[in-house]
């Protein structure tokens, strides 16, 4: 990495989500994450957690396709997350990977994340 891309004061701001019903998919979210919901003057619905600032924004078309960009949440329980994380709704998307390390799930509008057990002392994740 060049000297010039460090400390430049570049933070992420949201990471945001296409849906068709931003509150109900932020409120999903907030179940998982915690945090607080906002509306902000567009529509859209924001989530502060503290681990990731999400932003909900309104689209008309369907997700079709796996995604991008998706989020690797990383947890002390994994067996009691992933648990949770079914009850409250989330699908396994075992289409896209099936291993030890980590599971991949879809939510409610079917964007996929993951939830990754905790890293062993020396190791690298995911």
Do not use: Y
């Amino acid at each position: 990495m060049s000297a010039e891309h460090i400390n430049t004061g570049v933070t992420i701001g949201w990471v945001c989500i296409d849906c068709s019903n931003p509150q109900r998919l932020a409120g999903w979210w907030q179940e998982l994450l915690g945090g607080t919901v906002s509306v902000d003057e567009d529509g859209d619905v924001r989530l502060e957690t503290d681990t990731v600032p999400l932003l909900f924004l309104r689209v008309p078309e369907v997700k079709t396709v796996k995604n991008r960009v998706h989020l690797d949440l990383r947890v002390n329980d994994f067996d009691r997350a992933v648990a949770r994380t079914k009850s409250l709704g989330a699908s396994p998307a075992d289409d896209v990977f099936v291993g030890d390390r980590w599971q991949v799930f879809r939510d409610p509008e079917g964007n996929e994340f993951c939830l990754i057990r905790p890293t062993a002392e020396g190791e690298d994740g995911p």
